[in-house]
Nanobody, 122 residues
Framework: QVQLVESGGGLVQAGGSLRLSCAAS????????MGWFRQAPGKKREFVAT????????YYANSVNGRFTISRENAKNTVYLQMSSLKPEDTAEYYC???????????????WGQGTQVTVSS
């Protein structure tokens, strides 16, 4: 059974930083593209960042480019999202996802975590 478990969310002041983690099990982690998405209250879930199976390629939403960094440790079956210079508009539930596709489309990902809440206060 595939499981993706996010952690590291919380409450932070604007300008602060957080690092999210997503621990995967039940799948050949090192062969999957991993992505992060987020959903704010009343809004659709949106793409944040993605990293290729070997970590060599990354791609970010314009809204987070230069502030967020996605990375992975295949030996630990874990993907990370380092978030810096956080803004109130980054407040959302953050989800990790695994798939064999590539890019910002949710259809490229087959497995999803339950999410972790990030709240940025002004």
């Amino acid at each position: 059974q595939v499981q993706l478990v996010e952690s590291g969310g919380g409450l932070v002041q604007a300008g602060g930083s957080l690092r999210l983690s997503c621990a995967a099990s039940g799948l050949a982690f090192s062969t999957y593209t991993m992505g992060w998405f987020r959903q704010a209250p009343g809004k659709k879930r949106e793409f944040v960042a993605t990293v290729s199976w070997n970590g060599a390629s990354t791609y970010y939403a314009n809204s987070v480019n230069g502030r967020f960094t996605i990375s992975r440790e295949n030996a630990k079956n874990t993907v990370y999202l380092q978030m810096s210079s956080l803004k109130p508009e980054d407040t959302a539930e953050y989800y990790c996802a695994a798939g064999y596709g590539w890019g910002r489309s949710q259809g490229s990902y087959n497995y999803w975590g339950q999410g972790t809440q990030v709240t940025v206060s002004s």
